[in-house]
Nanobody, 126 residues
Framework: QLQLVESGGGLVQPGGSLRLSCAAS????????IGWFRQAPGKEREGVSC????????NSADSVMGRFTTSRDNAKNTVYLQLTSLKPEDTAVYYC???????????????????WGQGTQVTVSS
């Protein structure tokens, strides 16, 4: 059974950092594009960052460019999202998602992602 499990969320002060993990099981994540999305209360789910299956090319939303970084460890079948310089507006539930495609690019088209994790809460507050 294909499964994604996020972890690493929590409460952090503005300017702080967190590292989210997305552990994949039941499939080899290096053949999948992995995307990170977030959803704040009352808002639509939005793409944050993604990493392609071929070449590990990263695409990041303008709102997090230079602050969030995605990486993958194929040996551990895990993808990470490093969050730095956090702002209160980054508060949301963060999800990872997988799309089976061997491609050098990735995007934030939610409908293209087949598998989703349960989400992890990130709260940025003083």
């Amino acid at each position: 059974q294909l499964q994604l499990v996020e972890s690493g969320g929590g409460l952090v002060q503005p300017g702080g950092s967190l590292r989210l993990s997305c552990a994949a099981s039941g499939f080899t994540s290096d053949y999948y594009t992995i995307g990170w999305f977030r959803q704040a209360p009352g808002k639509e789910r939005e793409g944050v960052s993604c990493i392609s299956s071929r070449g590990g090319r990263i695409n990041s939303a303008d709102s997090v460019m230079g602050r969030f970084t995605t990486s993958r460890d194929n040996a551990k079948n895990t993808v990470y999202l490093q969050l730095t310089s956090l702002k209160p507006e980054d508060t949301a539930v963060y999800y990872c998602a997988a799309r089976r495609i061997f491609s050098a690019t990735c995007d934030f088209q939610i409908a293209r992602y087949n598998y989703w994790g349960q989400g992890t809460q990130v709260t940025v507050s003083s």
